[in-house]
Antibody, heavy 117, light 113 residues
Framework: EVQLVESGGGLVQPGGSLRLSCVASGSTFSSYYMHWVRRAPGKGLQWVANIRQDSSDKHYIDSVKGRFTISRDNAKSSLYLEMNSVRAEDTAMYYC??????????WGRGTLVTVSS | DIVMTQSPDSLAVSLGERATINCKSSQSLLSSSNNNDYLAWYEQKPGQPPNLLISWASTRESGVPDRFSGSGSGTDFTLTISSLQAEDVAVYYCMQYYSAPITFGQGTRLEIK
């Protein structure tokens, strides 16, 4: 089992940038497929992006393609989400999540991103 | 993209009674290579991250009470709580992990009647 702790959330203006981080502990980070999932206020869960164990494959939802970049540093047991050109609709709790593949079975507690002027 | 549709959107059930949540996918989640359905169920309680209850459509995760069960195959799936407890108040989501982008149902809010 892996413990996941997110950071980097906060208030950002529309069009601005933010970098979310997630540090893993308790298990071998490099063995996990990693994901970012978000939940906007009053809405349901939405998967955002994922990255293979060796960073060789990445996927995104259409609404963030070209604006968000997922990356990882296995030596630092860390996952990142670079968020650029943010919009009001990106306001959400962002969860770092892990699994052996596309199945997500471990979750962090989340970091809140608010996009507002 | 695979669209996941849950029903109902909300549900109120008496303590000790059965709760049933349905999930339909826009295409089959059954893999011909391993005969597994790539469908999971999660619960999310207020202020908490989601918690995995069921994977592969019907495999209960370790530590999940046996009143929770999953069934179905292909495009139609069901989560059943056989005897509702107060601690089961939550929003429940189905999720397909057959292909990217991974997609969730819109969620079903379960309350006590």
């Amino acid at each position: 089992e892996v413990q996941l702790v997110e950071s980097g959330g906060g208030l950002v203006q529309p069009g601005g940038s933010l970098r979310l981080s997630c540090v893993a502990s308790g298990s071998t980070f490099s063995s996990y497929y990693m994901h970012w999932v978000r939940r906007a206020p009053g809405k349901g869960l939405q998967w955002v992006a994922n990255i293979r164990q060796d960073s060789s494959d990445k996927h995104y939802i259409d609404s963030v393609k070209g604006r968000f970049t997922i990356s990882r540093d296995n030596a630092k047991s860390s996952l990142y989400l670079e968020m650029n050109s943010v919009r009001a609709e990106d306001t959400a709790m962002y969860y770092c999540a892990a699994g052996g593949g596309y199945l997500i079975d471990q979750w962090g507690r989340g970091t809140l991103v608010t996009v507002s002027s | 993209d695979i669209v996941m549709t849950q029903s109902p959107d909300s549900l109120a059930v008496s303590l000790g009674e059965r709760a049933t949540i349905n999930c339909k996918s826009s295409q089959s989640l059954l893999s011909s290579s391993n005969n597994n359905d790539y469908l999971a169920w999660y619960e999310q309680k207020p202020g908490q991250p989601p918690n995995l209850l069921i994977s592969w459509a019907s495999t209960r995760e370790s530590g999940v009470p046996d009143r929770f069960s999953g069934s179905g195959s292909g495009t139609d799936f069901t989560l059943t709580i056989s005897s509702l407890q107060a601690e089961d108040v939550a929003v429940y989501y189905c999720m397909q992990y057959y292909s990217a982008p991974i997609t969730f149902g819109q969620g079903t809010r379960l309350e006590i009647k």
